[in-house]
């Protein structure tokens, strides 16, 4: 069993930028960004494979936020720059065994439990 603890999370203005981190308690393989707001699915924001070679994100946020990943530190990054108040949500770190990237919620092994994102205008 893999723990997942997310940090960086907060209130910031539009235009802002925050840097969330997600430390995992041992070695993981793909890990993932998720966001959600209250009534709607959560919602894939960026994926990344073992190795940190290969990321993809959503449409929505491409070329404002960046994942990376630390293998030595066992820690997921999420830089967010240019941050909009359609931004505004729960952002949770996931992890899967696997070492290929994956998007679905449901091929996820692991989650931690959330930090609140809160983007005023």
């Known amino acids: 069993q893999v723990r997942l603890v997310e940090s960086g999370g907060g209130l910031v203005q539009a235009g802002g930028s925050l840097r969330l981190s997600c430390v995992a308690s041992g070695r993981t393989g793909a890990m993932g960004w998720f966001r959600q707001v209250p009534g709607k699915e959560r919602e894939v924001v960026a994926a990344i494979n073992w190795s940190g070679g290969t990321t993809k994100y959503a449409d929505h946020v491409k070329g404002r936020f960046t994942i990376s990943r630390d293998n030595v530190k066992n820690t997921l990054y999420l830089q967010m720059n240019s941050l909009k108040p359609e931004d505004t949500a729960v952002y949770y770190c996931?992890?899967?065994?696997?070492?290929?990237?994956?998007?679905?919620?449901?091929?996820?092994?692991?989650w931690g439990q959330g930090t609140q994102v809160t983007v005023s205008s």
């Open positions: 996931a992890a899967d065994r696997e070492i290929y990237l994956v998007l679905s919620t449901w091929e996820y092994d692991y």
